[in-house]
């Protein structure tokens, strides 16, 4: 928003210093000038629309409902198919892993090298599972999606703009 402003401020500075001195007050007020600068505060708003990205958000709040529900059963659809590398992508490195041997993992090369076996444990795949991803608040943490007790759990949140996985938690 702020750089629509900014790109449309710039373009109007541009097209009054570029009339300055080309013509009587009567002559710059033609419907072709008009509508040449209409077009052109047109093509600059465009311009700066195409710029932002589609999915951008500031915190975990601002993600609506079906957002936070749509990414939860893609997660829940990768731990029920134990598609590690499908979990990876939905990841944010580093990203905590609430294992013995893993703790705070770096890198996507580093979360792939522990394993499927290890990650998915019995009692992740079946509380996640059974999480309810239709109704997940937002917290400052994200949103989690766990079983009947709460953990193991999943919590994803925004990063960088957009949903990821922080974090993975094992009892």
Do not use: H
């Not at 999915?55 to 529900?69: H, I």
């Amino acid at each position: 928003m702020k750089k629509r402003t900014l790109w449309l401020a710039a373009g109007i500075l541009v097209l009054s210093i570029s009339g300055c001195g080309q013509g009587t007050a009567e002559e710059m007020k033609t419907p072709e000038t008009v509508e040449s600068r209409v077009e052109t505060e047109a093509e600059i708003e465009i311009e700066t629309e195409t710029e932002a990205p589609e999915e951008y958000y500031e915190d975990n709040f601002a993600v609506p409902q079906e957002e936070a529900a749509s990414f939860a059963r893609q997660i829940k659809e990768a731990v029920a198919e134990k598609d590690l590398e499908g979990l990876a992508a939905l990841t944010a490195f580093p990203v905590y892993v609430g294992l013995p041997e893993a703790g705070a993992v770096e890198t996507q090369e580093d979360f792939l090298a522990l394993g499927a076996d290890a990650i998915f444990t019995d009692d992740l795949v079946e509380g996640i599972a059974q999480a309810e991803e239709t109704d997940l608040p937002p917290s400052m943490a994200g949103f989690t999606l766990s079983g009947e007790f709460g953990s193991p759990n999943i919590i994803f949140g925004i990063r960088d703009g957009k949903l990821a996985i922080s974090g993975i938690n094992y009892p």
